[in-house]
């Protein structure tokens, strides 16, 4: 079993930034690819970004333009999500997963609130 843990949520105004890390261990052999998703209250879960184990395969919510970038630590099994140019509307709780097989991990979630 993965174990995820995210950090780095908080209150920012829009146009500032934040940076989320999601720390996995236990079971993180094997893992395909890891990434963050989102979810805003009374909407559905919806993908922020996700970035395959190799590196090869990186894919962006189409929100997202150009705004965030996810990075991986591959020492440290971290993955990061450096959020620019917040907006109000990136109001959500961020949740980090994993991809193993057919399985899909997810983290406790972290709160990110972005002020006008």
């Known amino acids: 079993q993965v174990q995820l843990v995210e950090s780095g949520g908080g209150l920012v105004q829009a146009g500032g930034s934040l940076r989320l890390s999601c720390a996995a261990s236990?079971?993180?052999?094997?893992?395909?690819?890891m990434g963050w998703y989102r979810q805003a209250p009374g909407k559905q879960r919806e993908l922020v970004a996700i970035?395959?184990?190799?590196?090869?395969?990186?894919r962006y919510g189409d929100f997202v333009k150009g705004r965030f970038t996810i990075s991986r630590d591959n020492a440290k099994n971290t993955v990061y999500l450096q959020m620019n140019s917040l907006k109000p509307e990136d109001t959500a709780v961020y949740y980090c997963?994993?991809?193993?097989?057919?399985?899909?991990?997810w983290g406790q979630g972290t709160q990110v609130t972005v002020s006008s």
């Open positions: 997963a994993s991809l193993k097989g057919g399985e899909t991990s």
């Open positions: 236990g079971s993180i052999f094997s893992i395909n690819a």
């Open positions: 970035r395959t184990i190799g590196g090869s395969t990186t």
